[in-house]
C-alpha cells in the first residue's frame, strides 16, 4: 500500500516539471494560483496521476483540490478504496 508520504514525493517530483524549478512547491501550494497551471496542465497533470497510480479521479472531487495536499489526500483515498 502506497502512504502519503510517497503519494506527495511523486506528486512533487511531477509538478517540479510543470514548474520547471520556478516555484518550490510544498503541501500548501495552490495548484491553480500559485503554480499558474492553465486548464490544459491541470488535466495532463490528472492523467499522469491517474497513470501512475493506476486510478481514475472523478470530476466530481475536482473542485475539493486546491492544494498540494488536497490532492495527495484524494489520491491516497482513491488508491486505498481501489485496493479494498
Known amino acids: 500500500m502506497m502512504e502519503y508520504k510517497d503519494i506527495l514525493a511523486q506528486l512533487y517530483e511531477e509538478l517540479a516539471s510543470f514548474t520547471h524549478g520556478r516555484v ?3 503541501e500548501e501550494t495552490e495548484l491553480a ?4 497551471l492553465d486548464s490544459l496542465q491541470i488535466m495532463n497533470l490528472l492523467l499522469f496521476i491517474e497513470d501512475r497510480f ?15 495536499k488536497d490532492l495527495a489526500i484524494q489520491v491516497e483515498k482513491l488508491i486505498q478504496s481501489s485496493e479494498a
Open 24 to 26: 518550490a512547491v510544498d
Open 54 to 68: 493506476d486510478i481514475s479521479i472523478p470530476v466530481s472531487i475536482l473542485p475539493d483540490i486546491k492544494t498540494v
Open 33 to 36: 494560483g500559485q503554480l499558474d
